[in-house]
């Protein structure tokens, strides 16, 4: 049985906040006075996954776009600790250091829980929130017990003899991953994680060993860390895959007891919905994203 760690303070942060590696898309006709959208990945992906959807969400939009490396993904610095509390100060900090005013929260799974947290504990940094495929309701299981992934990547990586070349490492840890890893795709995404460093040695690009530690406050006992804080009452929209297992009636009536301005869209979709349906997503938050609360549009 995997023994997950456990912390005594879920919302606590444990390390100071990063510099979060970021993207800035604008055209012409963006909307520099209003807040712009700022997105944030899922797990075990980066802010390079995000690229096309907000190409389009600039171009078909009236907000320009930040799009972030969450910690210990992507560019984006590593640190011990990876909280949904640590992923928000991240990004609270990072509003400071841009001497923004507000965001549009924009989050899909592990990044959809990190804004969640943003919007409640400084709504006023949250002019409207955009949640993709998550709630602070329970994950299905397959999910939570993806820790085992984690551990696997962390008790891989020094098996991996050092006079391979980067090919080479990817293929020879392809077996053990294989135990876990069904899907071939998914396989190939974690594999392209692998890096080989200046000084010979292999590294994962995300923090498997932090995510692994944080486990429990991230994917088991989220709801927990809300506990006491007042409902976000911005405006606040849900988007779900009707093919994913991540957003369940019963989630979305907890969603609603701190988003009670939450509204929900269904499209087509697996967990990726931005991925299986690419165009209505858009779509929708571009549609959602026209007006703007307190601020005044062009």
Known sequence: MLRLPILMVHSKRTCNTVKLNSTTYQMPHSQMNSPPILVLHGLNLSGSNWRRSARHMMKKGSRWLIVVDARNHGESPHCESHTPADMAAD???LIVERMLNRIVALGHGMGGRALMTLALTRPDLVERIIVVD???GPLPPEVVNAARLFKLMVDVLPKIPKDLSLEE??????????KLIKNETDLMMIVAN???NDNGCFAWTVNAKAIFDSWSQLMIR???SLKGLPPYQGE???IAGRKSKFVTPTNVKIMKKFFPKLHVEYLNAHHKVHVDQPQKFVQLVVD???TCTGCKML
Do not use: D
Request: hydrophobic share 40%; aromatic share 10%.
């Open 288 to 290: 959602f994203t026209k």
């Open 169 to 178: 490492g990817r293929t020879f840890i392809m077996p053990e991953l294989r």
């Open 236 to 238: 606040t929209l849900l």
């Open 91 to 93: 990004v609270e900090a």
């Open 222 to 224: 989220y709801k927990q």
């Open 134 to 136: 998550i709630t602070p």
């Open 194 to 196: 692998l890096q080989k």
